[in-house]
């Protein structure tokens, strides 16, 4: 049976990959109308990994005999400025995840749920990987700056990359 305060921090961490799901996909859609095949390609697929990460939670919750609450979303915002905005926010959005996943171990560990901090590494593996290849991302954008041909040659590089790969060389 689930502890009250563990179920609840689970039930938060639900929303938390819910919204990101949604975040990714209000970008991936932005980038689509940008005509950016690539980097739209890319955010879709984020999004549903975002996706299977909270319908694990739901599962995990509802096996261990707590209850799953399916949380009502904030509306993600409608545009963005450029795929330099759109990969810095993600950045910064994957950071903030990974911290509500160390909050979730550290309320596993003074309440001394071990079956479920066992199940939240697969998170912390997860959340260093994400971090890793947006940070990739990012570094890659900076090199390319505002010009033309290598963003275009960037968002034809995502299109082959999918967010469970190695971040690009
Ligand atoms: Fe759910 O993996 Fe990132 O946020």
Not at 39 to 63: C, G, P, W
Not at 84 to 112: G, M, R, Y
Not at 158 to 166: C, I, M, R
Request: hydrophobic content about 40%.
């Amino acid at each position: 049976m689930l502890n009250e305060k563990v179920e609840s921090a689970l039930n938060h961490q639900i929303k938390i990959e819910a919204q990101s799901s949604q975040f990714y996909l209000a970008m991936a859609s932005w980038a689509e109308t940008e005509g950016l095949v690539g980097t739209a390609k890319f955010l879709y697929e984020h999004s549903d990994e975002e996706r299977q990460h909270m319908l694990k939670l739901i599962k995990f919750v509802n096996e261990r005999g707590g209850k799953a609450l399916i949380p009502e979303l904030e509306a993600p915002p409608e545009d963005f400025e450029s795929i330099v905005e759109i990969f810095k926010t993600l950045l910064q959005h994957e950071i903030k995840v990974t911290n509500h996943v160390n909050e979730v171990v550290d309320i596993c560990l003074s309440e001394k749920d071990y079956t479920t901090h066992n199940f939240m590494q697969w998170y912390v593996a997860e959340q260093l990987e994400e971090e890793a290849t947006a940070r990739t991302i990012m570094d890659k954008l900076q090199m390319i700056g505002n010009e033309k041909a290598g963003l275009y040659l960037f968002d034809r590089d995502l299109e082959n990359l999918t967010p469970e790969d190695q971040p690009l060389e």
